[in-house]
């Protein structure tokens, strides 16, 4: 029995392409003007006798919009810089000087402060505050092993708000129970719904 070699026309050294296959992309992705009306095209632009040159109507429409962005972005940035005025401004003479107990704990990413405003938690750039009628209880917990102290604020809507402190040494737990626990005895109500 003879095997003869049959050369299959989708095997052929002739058909095979050299280099790539692909096609160029072409859409907004690579050509912003691929959209009309995104951008106003070079070849719109008059130029020459019939004096300076002039953009098509479409790009004053988008300038009108950009302006009416701009100055939206300028008021919420004036409204913005006026709420920080207000947070930074010296508050009434009751409020800046505390005459109750106070409770600060912080690391070198976490801080809680307690005092007769209320709870404020921060970690890193983050930071909330709760009045003393927005707290539903406060908890605290020590960790076993290690130094972290977690303190959770809940709040009446079964939320609840946890941060972790590092302590310098362990000693540092009753120390902080016992200065929280006076906070918490001058300033919070639990009757309060």
């Known amino acids: 029995m003879c095997v003869t070699q049959v ?3 989708y095997c ?3 058909e095979q392409r050299i280099g790539s296959s692909s096609q160029p992309l072409e859409g907004a992705g690579f050509d912003p003007a691929f959209i009309p ?3 106003s095209p070079a ?3 008059k130029t020459g006798e019939d004096g300076p040159e002039k953009e098509p109507e479409v790009a004053d429409a988008v300038d009108v919009e950009d302006v009416e962005k701009a100055e939206e ?3 919420a940035e004036e409204a913005e810089e006026a709420d920080e005025e207000e947070r930074t401004a010296p508050e009434s003479e009751e409020d800046a000087v505390p005459d109750g107990p106070v409770f600060e704990a912080s690391d070198r ?3 809680i402060v307690a005092d ?5 938690l921060v ?10 009628d927005e707290i539903g209880a406060v908890e605290t917990e020590t960790a076993r092993f290690g130094k972290r102290y977690t303190v959770t604020v809940h709040t009446p809507d079964r939320r609840w708000y946890p941060i972790e402190i590092e302590a310098p040494a362990r000693s540092r737990f009753t120390e902080w129970d016992s200065e929280l626990d006076a906070v918490l005895d001058a300033y919070f109500e639990e009757d309060a719904d």
């Open 37 to 39: 009306g995104l951008t």
């Open 109 to 111: 990413r976490a801080r």
């Open 7 to 9: 050369c299959r026309p």
């Open 123 to 132: 970690l890193d750039d983050q930071e909330c505050e709760f009045r003393w």
């Open 43 to 45: 070849s719109a632009k």
């Open 73 to 75: 972005v300028e008021k």
């Open 12 to 14: 052929s050294a002739v």
């Open 116 to 120: 007769h405003r209320g709870v404020r």
